[in-house]
Each structure stands twice: as C-alpha cells, then as structure tokens.
C-alpha cells in the first residue's frame, strides 16, 4: 500500500487529487492539508517520531502562509536520508520556469509538475518509481 500526502490550500484541487488517487491506487492512503505550515508539522512530527515519510508528497508552490519552497527549505535542515523512500512532486498552476529550476535544485525534489494530476500523470509517477 503506497501512502500520500496532499499540502495545497485548494481545496477543490485537494479533493479532485484524492478521487485521481483513489482511481489509480485504490489502497492508497491518503493525508491532505490545505496549510502548508500544518503539512511541515506533519512531517516534522514523522521524521522527529522516526516514522515512514509518505512514499508520495504533492505540493503546491504557492499557497498564503508558507510557499513550497519554504516548507522545502524547513524540509533540508534533516538529513537527506529522511527522503530516500519519498517522492516529492513540486506542483504548480504556473508553469514558469524560474520555478522549475529552483525546484529542481533541491535534491529531495523527484519532479515538477502543472497541476492538476490527472490519472495518466499518476500512473506515469509510480510506474517510474517503482
């Protein structure tokens, strides 16, 4: 069973991602936040507890409280090792690529994607990590 994380601040977006998942992985367990701050606490808590990290974490880079790319930057104070079994999906409704660039400089970052994750997309993600 593959586990999911969703940290975006839409609503809408979120529930539309989870009925993909559940269409693709219907086994897959699902975590959503629509705050970036309470998905950091997430996983803060899970890599201070020595918990499993999601096998698959979206997030949105523009969100009010915390863009991805702070909750990024929050993520890289752990060890790299925290991430070896986690694929992280920067997601975005811009496609700039000054964004794209800077995702894929963090190395816990597998890809960079334009919302919204349609059940071809999803497949194509897990068939690659697997």
């Keep these: 069973m593959s586990t999911y994380l969703l940290i975006d601040d839409d609503v809408i977006l979120n529930i539309l991602h989870q009925e993909v ?16 701050v309470k998905g950091l ?3 803060n ?5 020595n918990e499993a990290l999601p096998r698959y974490i979206f997030l949105d880079i523009r969100m009010p409280e915390m863009n991805g790319f702070e909750v990024l930057d929050e993520l890289m104070k752990h060890p790299l090792s925290q991430f070896e079994s986690t694929s992280i999906f920067m997601l ?26 349609t059940t071809a997309m999803l497949k194509e993600i897990i068939d690659a990590q697997n």
């Design 21 to 36: 998942i559940r269409k693709v992985d219907p086994s897959g367990e699902i975590t959503v936040y629509n705050s970036s």
């Design 41 to 43: 606490e997430y996983l």
């Design 45 to 49: 808590m899970k890599i201070e507890n």
């Design 92 to 117: 975005t409704s811009s496609l700039d690529e000054r964004d794209k660039s800077k995702a894929v400089s963090y190395p816990i970052i597998t890809g960079f994607r334009g919302k919204t994750v």
